[in-house]
């Protein structure tokens, strides 16, 4: 009898470390998403003091975009005294803009300098022409769209305003590109034209997302 009672006691003692090192509300969540974490695993992680919240939130959002990540690549590179959080959103805005990266590529440009975002997002618009209306428009109507508004009219009126400048826009881009090309008469028109339309047409747009 005494046996089992001190067999009962270790039991207890072993499953009362074991809640006490083990975020539980981590390893909840992660039985939530769906995705597969073992609790010894979770173990390793605080014997390694490794930032379990930062890196199970990174998995699971990772998880809900679509990417396919280990965690133990995640807890590898924050562990290497990478930005998990910044890598993985790096990871999604890729994915969402067509782009194919690589979790190490992500990691190899946030480690370099911090702006993997940035950098994704520049290397995303290259080859995009600013003068196909269009196309912007359709662009910023999805945006719109994915950002919460469900005002069709209001979508259409924002897109429109945001780019009925775009030829003046696409002009001065090609004056700061070449100023040397344009003479004193094209300047001036130049800038009287963008000054006219442009900051009125955002002011309209503005005042739209503001409703």
């Given amino acids: 009898m005494e046996l089992i009672i001190i067999i009962l006691g270790l039991i207890l003692l072993f499953v009362s470390i074991i809640i006490m090192i083990i975020p539980l509300g981590s390893w909840i969540s992660t039985k939530a998403a769906g ?3 073992s609790i010894f695993y ?14 199970i939130s990174s998995l699971i ?5 679509g990417l396919d990540l280990n965690i133990m690549s995640l807890e590898g590179y924050a562990l290497a005294g990478g930005n998990v959080e910044q890598v993985v959103k790096t990871l999604i805005s890729a994915r969402e803009s067509g782009k194919n990266l690589s979790f190490e590529e992500a990691a190899k440009m946030d480690l370099s300098d911090g702006t993997a975002s940035a950098d994704v997002r520049q290397v995303s618009t290259k080859g995009c022409d600013i003068s196909d209306k269009s196309l912007i428009r359709a662009r910023i109507e999805e945006a719109l769209s994915a950002a919460g508004y469900n005002d ?6 924002i897109s429109y305003n945001m780019t009925e400048g775009l030829d003046k826009l696409t002009l001065l881009f090609e004056f700061y590109t070449n ?9 001036e028109t130049l800038v009287s034209d963008f000054l006219i339309h442009v900051p009125n047409r955002l002011s309209i747009a503005r005042d739209l997302i503001d409703r």
């Fill in 35 to 37: 995705v597969p974490v």
């Fill in 42 to 55: 979770f173990l390793g992680m605080r014997l390694r003091r490794s930032n379990i919240e930062k890196i």
């Fill in 61 to 65: 959002t990772a998880h809900k975009a």
């Fill in 152 to 157: 069709q009219q209001a979508i259409t009126d």
């Fill in 179 to 187: 100023p040397e090309a344009f003479d004193k008469k094209e300047i």
